[in-house]
């Protein structure tokens, strides 16, 4: 079954520690994001890829990071950096990035920072 | 920059009655705009999407939308709801990023449906 697999579903980290959060897909698509969903914001882009080894700032990169060794994962670390790292993530991918392509989200992860 | 605006963040139908979510949408050429939906803790799902030809659009689960390009609005409709359609609703708009071959998806805040018996 193809689709997008992101883990843990819950994540709790001390403030000052990094966590990196997982995505992995199987639908052999280039494009991955990652975004950052808060009650009453909707979704705001993070980090997105086109391809391997290549990846662009979203609208809220500040305190993220991003890789893209592998077309199938996109791992997202979120640095003590981030003032604010509380939130749902979100990752999806599509075939490309023209803005046309309908975009296939994960089941998202929830992490919390005390 | 494109922009997406849900007027309404939280609406309240009774299971049977009809439904209508509002979406504007702001871009200067012919957007591609999306309806996707949540349930509570979990990813998106997409309804439906319009990238041209035909202005009403069949969607799943019984949904449609139509585009109104005078009116900037891409607004969801379903003639009868039901207790599962309870969830939150995102409204969304693709565009190429300023002069790259990159596009991206632009939210709305999302609206909130329930629905009572």
Not at chain 2, 60 to 83: C, D, T
């Amino acid at each position: 079954d193809g689709g997008i697999t992101q883990s843990p579903k819950y994540l709790f980290r001390k403030e000052g520690q990094n966590v990196t959060l997982s995505c992995e897909q199987n639908l052999n698509h280039d494009a991955m994001y990652w975004y950052r969903q808060d009650p009453g914001q909707g979704l705001r882009l993070i980090y997105y890829s086109q391809i391997v080894n290549d990846f662009q700032k979203g609208d809220i990169a500040e305190g993220y990071s991003v890789s893209r060794e592998k077309k199938e994962s996109f791992p997202l670390t979120v640095t003590s950096a981030q003032k604010n790292p509380t939130a749902f993530y979100l990752c999806a991918s599509s075939m490309r990035t023209s803005g046309r392509e309908e975009q296939y989200f994960g089941p998202g992860t929830r992490l919390t920072v005390t | 920059a494109q922009s997406v605006t849900q007027p309404d963040i939280h609406i309240t139908v009774s299971e049977g009655a009809s439904l209508e979510l509002r979406c504007n949408y702001s871009y200067g050429a012919t957007p591609y705009l999306f309806w996707y939906v949540q349930s509570p803790g979990q990813g998106l799902q997409l309804l439906l999407k319009y990238f041209s030809g035909d202005t009403l659009v069949q969607g799943i689960k019984g949904f449609e939308a139509e585009f109104k390009r005078s009116q900037s609005s891409f607004n969801l409709r379903k003639p009868s709801v039901h207790w599962s359609d309870a969830a939150e609703y995102f409204c969304a708009v693709g565009a190429r990023v300023g002069g790259t071959s990159y596009g991206k998806l632009t939210f709305g805040q999302g609206t909130i449906l329930t629905v009572h018996p």
